[in-house]
C-alpha cells in the first residue's frame, strides 16, 4: 500500500522563477493538503484540495496556486520565486468522509532558491 | 501567529527516562489534536491523536493527556529509546487544517 509520494524530492531555482511540484496521495485517500516547512519550524498550511476545487487556504499569497486532478492527485505551483520560499514543502492526504480524518505526509520537496 | 505554542524547544533524556512535551492553543473550535514524529529528511508521521471529549490516551509507550479547561495538552513518551530521537510536533485542527506547534527536537541519550 503505496503511502503519500511527492516529486522531485530536491529543487533549484533563482528568483522570479516558477515551481511545480507533485503529489499523489495515499491509495483511498481523495483529500490534499499542502504545508510549506521552513528549516527548524512546525509546516505551515497552505492550502487543501478536495473534488478539484480549493476547499481552504492559509495564509499565503496569490503566487502559491494548485490543482487537483480527477485520479486525486496534485500539484502545487509557485510564481515569482522568492529567497524566502526556500522550504521543505509537504503533501498530505486524507480522506474526506467524516471530520478530522488523520493527515498522513509525503517525505516533502525541498525547494532552494538562489 | 502562531495558534498552538510548544515547549520545550528542545529535550535531552536518558535512556528509559520520560520526555514530555507541552503545548497551548487558544482557540476553542479547535476538535482534533494529534502529535506527529519527524526524522531528518521525512516528512511528518501521525503518532497519537486526541479529541477533546477525552482527558488522557495511551499508544504503547506514548500517552496524550488533554486539558480542555486550561486549553492544554501534553505528550509523555515512556521508557524512551534512541530510536525516539527526533522532533516532535503538536496540532490542532478545525475544518480541515491543521496549526503545528513550534517541535520539540528530543535527544535519547544511551
Known amino acids: 500500500d503505496a503511502g503519500v509520494t511527492q516529486s522531485p524530492t530536491h529543487l533549484i531555482k533563482t528568483r522570479g522563477q516558477q515551481v511545480t511540484l507533485r503529489c499523489s496521495p495515499k491509495?483511498?485517500?481523495?483529500?490534499v493538503s499542502w504545508y510549506q516547512q521552513a528549516l527548524g519550524q512546525g509546516p505551515q498550511f497552505i492550502f487543501q484540495?478536495?473534488?478539484?476545487?480549493?476547499?481552504q487556504r492559509g495564509n499565503f499569497p496569490d503566487r502559491f496556486s494548485g490543482h487537483q486532478f480527477p485520479n486525486y492527485s496534485s500539484e502545487l505551483n509557485v510564481n515569482a520565486l522568492l529567497l524566502g520560499d526556500s522550504a521543505l514543502y509537504l503533501c498530505?492526504?486524507?480522506?474526506?468522509?467524516?471530520?478530522?480524518?488523520?493527515?498522513?505526509f509525503g517525505d516533502g520537496t525541498r525547494l532552494s532558491i538562489l | 501567529q502562531q495558534q498552538v505554542k510548544q515547549s520545550p524547544q528542545s529535550l535531552i533524556v536518558q535512556k528509559g527516562g520520560i520526555s514530555i512535551i507541552n503545548c497551548a492553543y487558544e482557540?476553542?473550535?479547535?476538535?482534533?489534536f494529534p502529535w506527529y514524529q519527524q526524522f531528518p529528511g521525512k516528512g511528518p508521521a501521525l503518532l497519537i491523536a486526541?479529541?477533546?471529549?477525552?482527558s488522557e490516551k495511551k499508544e504503547g509507550r506514548f500517552t496524550i493527556s488533554f486539558n480542555k479547561s486550561a486549553k492544554q495538552f501534553s505528550l509523555h513518551i515512556m521508557d524512551s529509546q534512541p530510536g525516539d530521537s527526533a522532533t516532535y510536533f503538536c496540532?490542532?485542527?478545525?475544518?480541515?487544517?491543521?496549526?503545528f506547534g513550534a517541535g520539540t527536537t528530543v535527544t535519547v541519550r544511551a
Open positions: 498530505a492526504s486524507s480522506l474526506a468522509r467524516g471530520l478530522n480524518q488523520p493527515q498522513h
Open positions: 491509495s483511498g485517500h481523495d483529500t
Open positions: 484540495y478536495y473534488e478539484e476545487e480549493e476547499r
Open positions: 482557540n476553542t473550535a479547535f476538535d482534533y
Open positions: 486526541i479529541r477533546p471529549d477525552v
Open positions: 496540532a490542532a485542527s478545525n475544518d480541515y487544517k491543521l496549526s
